[in-house]
């Protein structure tokens, strides 16, 4: 069965970091780009950062340039999100989820996590 | 950065109703156009990819279609677990953006 596992979440300090971690299973992990989404409470999803199957190419939402950083190992079929100076606004449900090679370059999430909650409070 | 305007906000419709949920960008996208579904406390569903394609194992009563800027979902026959919220997003340019999301409630 094809799967994500989030882990590392937890209640922060502002200025504080967390590593995100997202363990797949099920597919072939390198071949596939990933993606961090974030969901505040009570409100949409945004986008927050994604890197390709062999982690040259890494992108960041302007929110989160500077302070989060993403990252991969594909011998562990595990993908990480290190958050650094975090703030209140930073609180939220992070999910990872997949691109699947065969989509044709639309770059559609077709499996994710079941998320990992991130708090950031005093 | 692409931004993505859903219609409605929300809405209330039956069981057997057909719902259409629209999603304008605010440049054009070609197909790049993606639907989810999303329940409460659960991760988003993909549901439609390239404005119109089905994902493996969605009801075919979820449909999607449109090109350049303006997007459509339609649900014919909604049924019982269609109540949820619909999110667009875009992936012709980074960043990928997503609607503001749809919630669609029993009438």
């Known amino acids: 069965e094809e799967q994500l596992v989030e882990s590392g979440g937890g209640l922060v300090q502002p200025g504080g970091s967390l590593r995100l971690s997202c363990s797949a299973s099920?597919?072939?992990?390198?071949?596939?780009?990933m993606h961090w989404v974030r969901q505040a409470p009570g409100k949409g999803l945004e986008w927050v950062s994604s890197i390709g199957g062999g982690a040259y190419t890494v992108y960041y939402a302007d929110s989160v340039k500077g302070r989060f950083t993403i990252s991969r190992d594909n011998a562990k079929d595990s993908l990480y999100l290190q958050m650094d100076s975090l703030r209140a606004e930073d609180t939220a449900v992070y999910f990872c989820a997949r691109v699947p090679p065969w989509l044709g370059g639309v770059d559609a999430l077709d499996l994710w996590g079941q998320g990992t909650e991130v708090t950031v409070s005093p | 950065d692409i931004q993505m305007t859903q219609s409605p906000f929300s809405l209330s419709a039956s069981v057997g109703d057909r719902v259409t949920i629209t999603c304008r960008a605010s440049q054009t996208l070609s197909k790049y156009l993606n639907w989810y579904q999303q329940k409460p406390g659960k991760a988003p569903k993909l549901l439609l990819y390239a404005a119109s394609s089905l994902q493996s194992g969605v009801p075919s009563r979820f449909s999607g279609s449109g090109s350049g800027t303006d997007f459509s979902l339609t649900i014919n026959s909604l049924q019982p677990e269609d109540f949820a919220t619909y999110y667009c997003q875009q992936t012709y340019s980074s960043p990928p953006t997503f609607g503001h999301g749809t919630k669609v409630e029993i009438k």
């Open positions: 099920g597919f072939n992990f390198n071949s596939c780009e």
